[in-house]
């Protein structure tokens, strides 16, 4: 959608780069923003704030859609300083992201059934854990309290790690264990 295009890109790229949740991303408001640091607070459950931090690509993308929401006149004063708003010109509805995550997802990836806001958090909840292989980093990040949580949620990962893990040590030079009987005896 031509007036939303920069809106939802700067949403999924935050959902991308930050693992934030639905709830969390309604809930920005501009000021939460450090564009100097890559930086955004968010409200976890609970309601304890934390700043996360974003790689480039998300920066660029809320750059990008700052300079369009200055033009943007809320329709009403609670809603002046929410970083996302709806068509409406109000805070965008968790519900409203799930149906734009669904409705992009749809058309990036078509065979995937159920995408939703969830699924970009654990993907970078995978990505995180595939490039760290430190699960206790992906619980904080994340915000999970208890990193069995993440563990549960990512024990297939962790898995395909040990599997790999399997493979890398060699106990014998490749050389040494075929076809050379004179070592026998």
Do not use: W
């Not at 709830?23 to 607070?41: P, R």
């Not at 708003?85 to 058309?107: E, G, H, P, T």
């Not at 790690?161 to 040590?169: G, L, P, V």
């Amino acid at each position: 959608h031509a007036h939303t295009r920069k809106r939802d890109y700067a949403i999924l790229m935050l959902f991308l780069g930050t693992g934030v949740r639905v709830s969390e991303c309604v809930g920005i408001d501009i000021g939460d923003l450090d564009l100097a640091a890559n930086a955004v607070l968010v409200t976890r459950k609970g309601g304890n704030q934390v700043i996360l931090y974003y790689p480039n690509e998300v920066a660029d993308a809320l750059k990008t859609y700052l300079e369009e929401r200055k033009h943007i006149q809320p329709a009403t004063k609670a809603d002046e300083n929410a970083l996302f708003l709806s068509l409406q010109r109000r805070r965008i509805s968790q519900r409203a992201v799930q149906i734009m995550v669904k409705k992009y997802c749809s058309v990036a990836v078509p065979l995937k059934k159920r995408m939703s806001p969830h699924k970009l958090r654990s993907t970078y909840g995978t990505m995180l854990y595939n490039e760290t292989g430190d699960i206790y980093l992906v619980a904080e990040v994340l915000g999970h309290k208890d990193v069995n949580t993440t563990q549960r949620h990512y024990a297939t990962v962790a898995e395909d790690r040990k599997r790999m893990a399997a493979n890398i040590i060699k106990l014998r030079d490749e050389d040494e264990c075929g076809g050379s009987d004179k070592d026998e005896g």
